[in-house]
């Protein structure tokens, strides 16, 4: 009774340096467990054992997402205007636009966010829990600290345990430390400073056992485990702005500015000429809307929407439009190793027989297929064949694991490293389940880490010992070792230095050794004593291996200019070795470790130059990611960070762009912008290049509407200076900008891409919408195009043509100017005429459709009243389309006079 009265302070307490007893007391608790009072009494105190989720956003929330965009703003300025002058019909076209982009951007991220995978709680799974000295099956969530939870194999670790008892205990860390390889666990105190990833007197909440069982008392539950830091540490990040919005927000800036100034020049030119204030008022409206890219936010989201889709079938899921953007604005890409470049499972790659004869073996992951060569690339002789499934036979009749071949799948249970070694039988020709029951099993030692080896005891013909594990501890029972022609002295120099070399390569190596029992053995076979002579078999390095397209991948990443680094917590050796093989590293000095990175980013100022330099970062924990990914972004790359694990979420909601693996941990999935759905960085590059597509057709819509929009205020402009009335009313340039430019616009969106953006380094973070090309085109084509237009409008008139008549004409030039200009604009560098056309059918169909609508409402009476339109004739039809050509002639010339330059 008088312990659940008692209040436990669990929060800040160094659980791994302290003693079993010191844990017990100050958690309150004892072996027997809590009892029902106390622990309800806890979860009063401390809550549910599951960290708090954020709703998936309504639609209401996404709709009104769709409006918090700069241009967006312009807009509806314009409208209010507008409407307050009670021009109800510019109005009305105006927050149609408005309310057309956000049904769209609604329906892209709603869908985005259904086609994303939902967050599943990492702590709700049942446990075993011991309670008033009895054994209960519990939901996790129910935990609290001082419960007495029993862990076996497969078991997922539900809350933050200080172990009491351990009997053989590995667990998979992977999604917390980013180490691939399983971790041993033991009891007994750590040091206090002793890093996460190497206290093995503790295990994880979320993280799963892979072998062995284990009794652990409950430290932290919910928010106060690591799984729940790292979660607070996401929920407290900065957002980063997509590269787009950045943009977009400068593009706005500067169209705002150049609205106001042209309209108060322009105004003030009126109003000196006499122009009554209701007319200069009307006037400004009508520039406004004719400098204001309204079609811009509805081509924009289309475009989006349409690279989204494309990216879909390169399973590459979007979760926010303007990510799509940004992926292919990244310039520098700081990727997770575990489970992104590897596939995250152990694998037999080399070798080593005591001749000195290392062997390559091939395939990956937890399957049997494959094969053993030299490292000459030939066929082992029939001697050494013999020598390696002697090796891997020893592999298979010391092993915990299963591996099988069921309906054309690879099924495995167990260690990672025994599956792998059945793998190797496999790929060897040998039938580990057949050799197995041949065998009877007359004793073994199980692993312990503190011995780091394992032992068992069979007899087939004859009984034997076979030993694996750590060099040092297998070589200690060794005499001998087996050569070509049989036994040979052991040369323990030798041996240490192989394993030494392949350590340094990033393998993890494992001795194996056998010998036969003597003829009078012991009934119980169980302790090193009972271990033999033995003779050395071989070497086997296993390692995480590379995924098989990740080479060709960052081959590409390198020839777009994106810069790749490698950010994990995984051993220094290993990443090294991974990253060698890459091509990322070639010696230490392009690694740095979380331990030197803590005394670097102390020293200041050398910091950044250092990881300018710096391609291999190892044995990082999540907040030193997050410091990476931050100097990354000070330094003005577009960063986008792609990691699988729950120590990845918080870099991943630093970066301008997060993406997650599809298979990766909830967490990670949650937090990121894009999702690859396959784990193929493969993907990720392909998505990058759809980016830089959907860049190039948004860029493409904006020098259309631009160059249209600048070309209605050279129109104005001309009429204005030279006392003529105005060419064109504001309906009329509503019509313009939204109908027959919005038709063209939106099927420009769907241009495909052009041969070659991978080819070319990504656009320089700071550049905005416009470069210098563009802004010449631009200029240019304005002017091309308000000179066609104002010299149409001045000879109408001079010719004595009613205004509302030369109005109609004007109106249908701009037209075919606009479907001229369409074709222009499809390619900054590329004629026009050397564009396929079936790489954009829809946008011929556009072109057609725009040009048909004017010239149908020309025949509708109530939209002639309304636009103030008349039917034409043919020959005067003919002579304006003539009189557009030249548009596209003067574009050719400046197409061809600059690519020559270059």
Same mark, same amino acid.
């Given at each position: 009774?008088?312990?659940?009265?008692?209040?436990?302070?669990?929060?800040?307490?160094?659980?791994?340096?302290?003693?079993?007893?010191?844990?017990?007391?100050?958690?309150?608790?004892?072996?027997?467990?809590?009892?029902?009072?106390?622990?309800?009494?806890?979860?009063?105190?401390?809550?549910?054992?599951?960290?708090?989720?954020?709703?998936?956003?309504?639609?209401?929330?996404?709709?009104?997402?769709?409006?918090?965009?700069?241009?967006?703003?312009?807009?509806?300025?314009?409208?209010?205007?507008?409407?307050?002058?009670?021009?109800?019909?510019?109005?009305?076209?105006?927050?149609?636009?408005?309310?057309?982009?956000?049904?769209?951007?609604?329906?892209?991220?709603?869908?985005?966010?259904?086609?994303?995978?939902?967050?599943?709680?990492?702590?709700?799974?049942?446990?075993?829990?011991?309670?008033?000295?009895?054994?209960?099956?519990?939901?996790?969530?129910?935990?609290?600290?001082?419960?007495?939870?029993?862990?076996?194999?497969?078991?997922?670790?539900?809350?933050?345990?200080?172990?009491?008892?351990?009997?053989?205990?590995?667990?998979?860390?992977?999604?917390?430390?980013?180490?691939?390889?399983?971790?041993?666990?033991?009891?007994?105190?750590?040091?206090?400073?002793?890093?996460?990833?190497?206290?093995?007197?503790?295990?994880?909440?979320?993280?799963?056992?892979?072998?062995?069982?284990?009794?652990?008392?409950?430290?932290?539950?919910?928010?106060?485990?690591?799984?729940?830091?790292?979660?607070?540490?996401?929920?407290?990040?900065?957002?980063?702005?997509?590269?787009?919005?950045?943009?977009?927000?400068?593009?706005?800036?500067?169209?705002?500015?150049?609205?106001?100034?042209?309209?108060?020049?322009?105004?003030?030119?009126?109003?000196?000429?006499?122009?009554?204030?209701?007319? *200069?008022? @009307? #006037? +400004?409206? !009508?520039?406004?809307?004719?400098?204001? =890219? /309204?079609?811009?936010?509805?081509?924009?989201? %289309?475009?989006?929407?349409?690279?989204?889709?494309?990216?879909?079938?390169?399973?590459?899921?979007?979760?926010?439009?303007?990510?799509?953007?940004?992926?292919?604005?990244?310039?520098?890409?700081?990727?997770?190793?575990?489970?992104?470049?590897?596939?995250?499972?152990?694998?037999?790659?080399?070798?080593?027989?005591?001749?000195?004869?290392?062997?390559?073996?091939?395939?990956?992951?937890?399957?049997?297929?494959?094969?053993?060569?030299?490292?000459?690339?030939?066929?082992?002789?029939?001697?050494?064949?013999?020598?390696?499934?002697?090796?891997?036979?020893?592999?298979?009749?010391?092993?915990?694991?299963?591996?099988?071949?069921?309906?054309?799948?690879?099924?495995?249970?167990?260690?990672?490293?025994? *599956?792998? @070694? #059945? +793998?190797? !039988?496999?790929?060897?020709?040998?039938? =580990? /389940?057949?050799?197995?029951?041949?065998?009877? %099993?007359?004793?073994?030692?199980?692993?312990?880490?503190?011995?780091?080896?394992?032992?068992?005891?069979?007899?087939?013909?004859?009984?034997?010992?076979?030993?694996?594990?750590?060099?040092?501890?297998?070589?200690?029972?060794?005499?001998?070792?087996?050569?070509?022609?049989?036994?040979?002295?052991?040369?323990?120099?030798?041996?240490?230095?192989?394993?030494?070399?392949?350590?340094?390569?990033?393998?993890?190596?494992?001795?194996?050794?056998?010998?036969?029992?003597?003829?009078?053995?012991?009934?119980?076979?169980?302790?090193?004593?009972?271990?033999?002579?033995?003779?050395?078999?071989?070497?086997?390095?296993?390692?995480?291996?590379?995924?098989?397209?990740?080479?060709?991948?960052?081959?590409?990443?390198?020839?777009?200019?994106?810069?790749?680094?490698?950010?994990?917590?995984?051993?220094?050796?290993?990443?090294?070795?991974?990253?060698?093989?890459?091509?990322?590293?070639?010696?230490?000095?392009?690694?740095?470790?979380?331990?030197?990175?803590?005394?670097?980013?102390?020293?200041?100022?050398?910091?950044?130059?250092?990881?300018?330099?710096?391609?291999?970062?190892?044995?990082?924990?999540?907040?030193?990611?997050?410091?990476?990914?931050?100097?990354?972004?000070?330094?003005?790359?577009?960063?986008?960070?792609?990691?699988?694990?729950?120590?990845?979420?918080?870099?991943?909601?630093?970066?301008?762009?997060?993406?997650?693996?599809?298979?990766?941990?909830?967490?990670?999935?949650?937090?990121?912008?894009?999702?690859?759905?396959?784990?193929?960085?493969?993907?990720?590059?392909?998505?990058?290049?759809?980016?830089?597509?959907?860049?190039?057709?948004?860029?493409?819509?904006?020098?259309?509407?631009?160059?249209?929009?600048?070309?209605?205020?050279?129109?104005?402009?001309?009429?204005?200076?030279?006392?003529?009335?105005?060419?064109?009313?504001?309906?009329?340039?509503?019509?313009?900008?939204?109908?027959?430019?919005?038709?063209?616009?939106?099927?420009?969106?769907?241009?495909?891409?052009?041969?070659?953006?991978?080819?070319?380094?990504?656009?320089?973070?700071?550049?905005?919408?416009?470069?210098?090309?563009?802004?010449?085109?631009?200029?240019?084509?304005?002017?091309?195009?308000?000179?066609?237009?104002?010299?149409?409008?001045?000879?109408?008139?001079?010719?004595?043509?009613?205004?509302?008549?030369?109005?109609?004409?004007?109106?249908?030039?701009?037209?075919?100017?606009?479907?001229?200009?369409?074709?222009?604009?499809?390619?900054?560098?590329?004629?026009?005429?050397?564009?396929?056309?079936?790489?954009?059918?829809?946008?011929?169909?556009?072109?057609?459709?725009?040009?048909?609508?004017?010239?149908?409402?020309?025949?509708?009476?109530?939209?002639?009243?309304?636009?103030?339109?008349?039917?034409?004739?043919?020959?005067?039809?003919?002579?304006?389309?003539?009189?557009?050509?030249?548009?596209?002639?003067?574009?050719?010339?400046?197409?061809?006079?600059?690519?020559?330059?270059?």
């Amino acid at each position: 009774m008088g312990r659940a009265e008692a209040k436990v302070d669990v929060t800040k307490v160094p659980w791994h340096s302290l003693d079993d007893s010191t844990v017990l007391a100050r958690t309150n608790s004892g072996l027997h467990g809590l009892t029902a009072r106390e622990a309800e009494a806890r979860l009063h105190q401390y809550g549910p054992n599951c960290l708090p989720t954020n709703p998936p956003p309504g639609l209401g929330l996404i709709f009104l997402h769709q409006f918090l965009s700069p241009l967006i703003y312009i807009l509806i300025a314009a409208g209010v205007v507008s409407t307050v002058i009670g021009e109800w019909t510019d109005a009305g076209f105006i927050f149609a636009v408005i309310l057309l982009n956000a049904v769209l951007g609604t329906f892209q991220e709603w869908r985005a966010e259904r086609s994303a995978a939902s967050l599943q709680q990492l702590l709700k799974t049942s446990c075993r829990v011991r309670r008033d000295n009895h054994l209960l099956e519990l939901l996790a969530e129910k935990l609290v600290p001082g419960d007495m939870v029993l862990l076996e194999s497969g078991s997922r670790v539900p809350a933050d345990l200080r172990l009491l008892e351990v009997r053989n205990l590995s667990i998979d860390e992977s999604l917390l430390t980013g180490e691939s390889q399983a971790v041993d666990k033991q009891v007994g105190r750590c040091a206090e400073e002793t890093p996460l990833s190497e206290r093995r007197n503790l295990a994880f909440a979320g993280t799963t056992v892979t072998s062995g069982r284990s009794l652990g008392v409950v430290v932290a539950t919910a928010q106060l485990t690591e799984v729940g830091s790292i979660a607070a540490a996401v929920a407290t990040t900065t957002l980063v702005k997509p590269p787009l919005v950045l943009r977009m927000e400068q593009f706005a800036r500067q169209v705002s500015y150049l609205v106001v100034g042209f309209v108060v020049l322009l105004a003030i030119i009126a109003a000196t000429q006499g122009t009554p204030f209701n007319e *200069v008022f @009307l #006037l +400004a409206v !009508a520039l406004a809307v004719s400098a204001i =890219p /309204e079609g811009l936010p509805v081509a924009m989201t %289309v475009a989006l929407s349409i690279a989204t889709t494309r990216m879909a079938r390169r399973n590459v899921i979007v979760r926010k439009l303007t990510a799509v953007e940004g992926l292919g604005s990244c310039t520098c890409i700081a990727s997770d190793k575990t489970g992104t470049l590897t596939v995250n499972r152990q694998t037999v790659r080399t070798l080593w027989l005591p001749d000195g004869t290392n062997y390559l073996v091939s395939g990956e992951g937890y399957a049997g297929t494959g094969e053993v060569l030299r490292s000459d690339g030939k066929q082992a002789v029939d001697k050494e064949r013999d020598r390696l499934r002697e090796l891997a036979l020893a592999g298979v009749l010391c092993n915990e694991a299963s591996l099988r071949l069921v309906l054309g799948e690879w099924l495995h249970q167990g260690d990672a490293m025994d *599956v792998a @070694l #059945l +793998a190797l !039988a496999h790929k060897l020709g040998l039938d =580990p /389940e057949v050799e197995a029951a041949q065998h009877a %099993v007359l004793g073994e030692i199980p692993f312990e880490s503190e011995q780091r080896y394992a032992a068992r005891f069979v007899h087939r013909e004859h009984a034997q010992c076979i030993i694996k594990g750590g060099v040092e501890q297998v070589l200690d029972f060794c005499t001998t070792m087996s050569g070509q022609a049989g036994l040979l002295p052991l040369d323990r120099l030798e041996v240490e230095g192989e394993a030494l070399q392949l350590g340094r390569e990033g393998y993890r190596v494992l001795a194996v050794a056998a010998g036969p029992l003597p003829e009078q053995g012991k009934a119980s076979l169980s302790c090193s004593d009972d271990v033999p002579e033995l003779s050395l078999l071989g070497l086997i390095g296993f390692i995480d291996p590379l995924r098989p397209e990740v080479k060709d991948a960052l081959a590409l990443c390198h020839r777009a200019g994106v810069r790749v680094i490698m950010v994990t917590g995984d051993h220094p050796a290993t990443a090294l070795g991974i990253a060698r093989e890459l091509g990322l590293a070639e010696d230490e000095t392009d690694l740095v470790t979380g331990e030197e990175l803590t005394k670097i980013t102390a020293g200041g100022a050398d910091w950044h130059e250092r990881l300018g330099r710096t391609r291999v970062f190892a044995r990082v924990t999540p907040l030193q990611k997050l410091v990476i990914v931050d100097a990354l972004n000070k330094q003005g790359h577009f960063t986008a960070v792609t990691g699988d694990g729950v120590n990845d979420a918080p870099a991943l909601r630093k970066a301008h762009i997060g993406v997650a693996m599809g298979t990766g941990t909830d967490v990670a999935k949650e937090t990121a912008s894009i999702i690859v759905a396959d784990d193929n960085f493969a993907s990720l590059v392909a998505g990058i290049e759809e980016g830089r597509f959907a860049y190039d057709n948004i860029r493409k819509v904006v020098y259309l509407l631009i160059s249209t929009g600048g070309a209605e205020i050279v129109l104005f402009s001309l009429a204005l200076c030279s006392g003529l009335p105005i060419p064109l009313g504001a309906v009329q340039l509503l019509w313009l900008n939204l109908v027959t430019n919005g038709i063209q616009d939106v099927a420009l969106a769907f241009e495909g891409g052009e041969p070659g953006a991978m080819s070319h380094p990504p656009r320089p973070p700071r550049e905005g919408l416009f470069n210098r090309l563009m802004v010449w085109q631009t200029l240019l084509s304005a002017a091309t195009m308000g000179l066609l237009a104002f010299s149409t409008w001045a000879w109408l008139l001079a010719q004595g043509v009613g205004v509302p008549e030369a109005r109609n004409f004007v109106l249908l030039l701009m037209v075919l100017l606009e479907n001229v200009q369409v074709f222009n604009c499809r390619s900054e560098r590329v004629s026009a005429f050397k564009m396929p056309l079936k790489r954009n059918r829809l946008l011929i169909g556009g072109v057609l459709f725009a040009q048909g609508v004017h010239i149908l409402v020309m025949q509708w009476p109530f939209m002639q009243r309304v636009l103030g339109v008349a039917p034409v004739t043919l020959s005067v039809w003919l002579s304006l389309f003539s009189l557009a050509g030249l548009l596209l002639v003067v574009m050719e010339i400046f197409k061809a006079f600059r690519n020559r330059l270059q």
